[in-house]
């Protein structure tokens, strides 16, 4: 049995401040697969598209398609179903991350245009993981380079599936600029300088295959880039950060950019960019630079929007690092992830079925482990692994949704799937026919409820966080898995979250780093 995966070609919201709320849940789902699963690196992993703006208005659903094992081209749904959804409105600018597994900086960018911007006129597609295996690898390609596939295409290549259904998206009628975000190596600069600044390097440049594209939405290519280039060079950190424009003139014999996906979108009538942030820098630095050319795009191409944090390097990171989760089993299990453990050990899920794994960004994902770490699956966000989890395969009772509690000796309500703040003691009230396990509590009792809790009282090396101050407080009927809420002690408060943040590692972010190609785009 293999590992499937459901792509969600479409996630519509609404341009005037709702996709905050709906995003998080329906951004990324993976199927998680039964303990007699073991195979490796035999998974589906696809990428998503998220559209955000005017589209959105009126829509309430996503276009499902599911991608099979065998064959990653043989789907059920495709960017000709968004059409017969979509009400007509303004050209379409759609951002692409990830072509290129190990380029950090350019999917992280995408990844913040979905998880902190609003769009409040105009329509913005994301595809912020094309090349998803690839970035969970933090290879440039696992079967050769994506972004030299695009002229021509064996149908028996691995990722044939992957560049045709891209290839529809950038086709779409209702598509009119195409931004493709990359990191390359150095800087370019237009005569060399020396062998971090010249050109043949690719870093920190705003490159187009030609000078315009007549009589299409934004086909003046070299204006516009050079706006935007100017436009970044406004806020730069540093002179020596610089942008400039690299025009490749593609169509003069440029062999290696005319199978690239840009030239691509120019073939089909579209404006198109590249993007290049340099790799000298970290990755909140690199999408920092990503955000500064990507809003000055938008703004050209009359998309008004709202960002969810300062546009500075920190403001970057933070966001980066803003409301890392994880739930399964429709929401029974909620895991915080900006602090925890390297692993959490027998974690239940269920055993009937594959347990659905819904993750907080599109460059999340729950995937099996290495080979040796058979029946364990790893959390992976970006091109870094954050945690492993070893199940506990339970069957489930869906009875209850949540259990009574005295937090600091008030009683409230602990549902599934949240975070309970609590200064120094919780008790979870006993219910007829239900049994507490509290994970590093040892009361010597098979059922915990009706007792007092508090910190000291815990078993650090169980918590959920590195701090110490998050536990798990599952709930089963018989043998049954019922669900589980989370204490966290010594916050001085008592208020249910889901999102809480504590205090960050350094470790979360979606990088990592190690050597990386000198090559660009």
Known sequence: MLIQTTRIIGIFCAGKGCFQALLFFFLCCFFVAAPSVAAPGNFALDFTTIRLGDDAQGLTQAIPAIVRPDRSDTVTASADAAAQLAAPASPVVLVVGGIQGDEPGGFSAATLLTTHYTIRKGVLWVVPNLNFPSIIKRSRGLHGDMNRKFAKLDDHDPEFGTVRRIQELISHPRVGLVLNLHDGSGYYRPTFEDKLRNPNRWGQSVIIDQEALDGVFMGALGNEARQAAESANSKL?????????????????????????????????????????????????????????????????????????????????????????????????????????????????????????????????????????????????????????????????????????????RETEAPFGQVLEVSKSLLVQPTEGYRVNAIGFDSGRKDESGEVMALKDFQSRFSVDRQGRLYRVEVYKDQRFSGMFLVRFGSGSNRLTSKETPSIPKDRLPDKPGQESNLGF
């Open 237 to 409: 950190l540093s002179p020596q950060h610089a942008l400039h424009v690299h025009n490749t003139r593609t169509a003069e014999g440029d062999h290696e950019m005319d199978r690239s996906l840009s030239y691509y979108a120019v073939r089909q009538g579209k404006a198109a960019f590249g993007l290049e942030a340099s790799k000298e820098f970290p990755v909140e630095v690199r999408a920092y630079y990503h955000l500064l050319m990507v809003e000055s795009f938008l703004a050209q191409a009359g998309v008004e929007f709202t960002r969810g944090f300062a546009l500075t390097p920190e403001g970057v990171r933070e966001a980066l690092l803003d409301k890392l989760d994880v739930t399964f089993a429709d929401n029974k299990v909620f895991l915080p992830l900006e602090d925890v453990r390297p692993a959490i050990n027998l974690l239940p899920l269920s055993k009937d079925a594959p347990a659905q794994a819904v993750t907080s960004k599109p460059i999340m994902a729950v995937l099996p482990c290495a080979k040796g770490e058979e029946g364990q699956y790893c959390v992976h966000y970006g091109n870094r692994m954050i945690t492993l989890i070893r199940p506990d395969w339970r069957e489930m009772d869906h009875s209850i949704t949540g259990m009574r509690v005295l937090a600091d000796g």
